[in-house]
């Protein structure tokens, strides 16, 4: 019999890739044909997000549109973790579901729904999330860098977040299972890892009874196949000594520091249940002990009973901080969360002010940030080469799909994923423009 060709569509933040990845190497060894033409396809899977309502509304467009082109459909990962029951109705071309931690049955849910016609469905109630350490990730994305998903689930209870009852509890996996990765992806040519997990710094809390990230990294910083290890969305309270001496002094880790802090007014931070800590005081010290330390955050504007006042704070907080790279959102009301049940919920109009007015500020910021780099001889990824011969590269300071580009003018034909100092001669608000040095 035939096996069916099997399309991906993924939506999402990084994890989410790392998730859909794995789903395509199970059907690779599974010895399914894999497209990236969703019109070619006899299925296809779209891997969804549901962390808030944009990104629900963009994964529900997507099925609407592959179910209009005909196609059998199965749809994984938080929105049928979220409306299992409700999804089914809504969507009758669904052949299949798969909750965030029964991504592993992929294969058993296609070869029941090629044999039999029937209707697949796992999403466990209580999601607990076991990485598929036996199986080769079929990339959907090549490049010079490559995501590896060093944790899965999250402990806390932040207010406005639905990702515990999606993703349930912490887990990481062994400092063993993730260098090899690591390695075996430098072997095929990755110059740059990205290390992503819910929460980066709690990593190994569950395995060996203690953070274990700075101790990850020293040993990922051995590895001579790769050259730039980066980490991503850090949380402030566990960020201790033991892991600022390992950015500060292991040599592959870029001097980035991604740290969500959510807001800065101390009334807030406990409103959303997060750290309240000494911000000002935390940021003084990454940028005393790791020298060149670009810092990303993101902060929520119009979470419930957000004051005038309280806006102003952050205001004064981002303008003090002048962060390297800085992104806003209005605060999205989700069912299940503590913060649904919150008085003093924001006008949307109120919001949307708050996000353009510190959005605007961290635009000039960025602006002095990168006329500071003008003149600055700075270790830039390259990415790629456009027709016109621009050749594009991402500084230490940028991470993949979120922050800014180098555009690099040069004749020299240079390698995607090597290394190259670069002479930086102007900017823009978030993009700098360079020569090799």
């Known amino acids: 019999m035939k096996k069916n ?46 962390f808030i309502h944009d990104a629900e509304r963009e994964s529900v467009q997507s099925i609407i549109e592959t179910a ?27 052949v299949a579901m798969l909750g965030t931690s029964d991504i592993a049955k992929i294969v058993e849910a296609i070869n029941t729904v090629s044999k039999t016609g029937e209707y697949f469905c796992s999403v466990s109630q209580n999601p607990v999330y076991v990485y598929p350490e036996e199986v080769q990730r079929q990339q959907i994305t090549v490049g010079s860098s490559s995501y590896v998903k060093i944790a899965e689930g999250c402990n806390y209870q932040c207010g406005y977040c639905v990702i515990p009852k999606l993703r349930g509890p912490y887990r ?16 095929k040519g990755v110059s740059e ?78 409103a959303m249940r997060r750290p309240v800590m000494d911000y000002r005081a935390f940021i003084e010290k990454l940028r005393q002990k790791i ?20 806006f102003d704070d952050l205001y004064e907080f981002t303008k003090w901080a002048k962060f390297d790279k800085m992104g806003a959102f209005e605060f ?26 510190l959005m605007k500020l961290q635009q000039q910021i960025s602006l002095e940030v990168n006329k500071n780099f003008i003149g600055k001889k700075v270790p830039c990824i390259i990415e790629s080469v456009t027709d016109d011969g621009t050749t594009i590269a991402r500084s230490y300071r940028d991470a993949p799909e979120v922050d800014g580009l180098v555009y690099i003018k040069t004749d020299e034909l240079l390698v995607p994923g090597d290394i190259e100092t670069v002479n930086i001669t102007g900017c823009d608000d978030y993009d700098l423009y360079g020569e090799l040095a």
């Open 332 to 357: 999205s009301r989700e069912k299940g969360t503590y913060a649904d049940t919150l008085s003093g919920q924001i006008p949307a109009r109120i919001k949307k002010q708050r996000k353009n007015k």
């Open 172 to 187: 990481s996996r062994t400092i063993e299972n993730i260098t090899k990765e690591v390695k075996e992806l430098g072997q």
């Open 68 to 94: 209009d082109k005909g196609k059998k459909i199965i749809i994984t990962g938080c929105l049928p973790q979220k409306h299992k029951d409700e999804l089914k109705k809504a969507v009758p071309e669904a």
């Open 5 to 50: 060709k099997i399309a991906l569509i993924n939506h999402g933040c990084a994890k989410n890739l790392v998730d859909s990845e794995l789903m395509l190497g199970m059907l690779a060894q599974n010895g399914y044909d894999i497209t990236l033409n969703d019109d070619e396809a006899d299925i296809v899977i779209i891997n969804t997000c549901s």
């Open 291 to 310: 020298k060149n330390v670009a810092i990303r955050t993101t902060f929520i504007v119009g979470y419930p009973g957000e004051t005038r006042e309280m």
């Open 193 to 270: 890892i990205v290390l992503i997990a819910q929460d980066t710094t709690a990593y190994g809390i569950d395995l060996y009874k203690k953070p274990s990230l700075a101790k990850l990294l020293t040993e990922l910083n051995k590895i001579e196949e790769i050259n730039w290890i980066r980490v991503m969305y850090t949380y402030p309270s566990m960020f201790d000594d033991e892991l600022i001496e390992a950015y500060a002094n292991c040599d592959k880790v870029v001097k980035y520091v991604d740290i969500p802090l959510q807001h800065s007014h101390p009334q807030m931070l406990k």
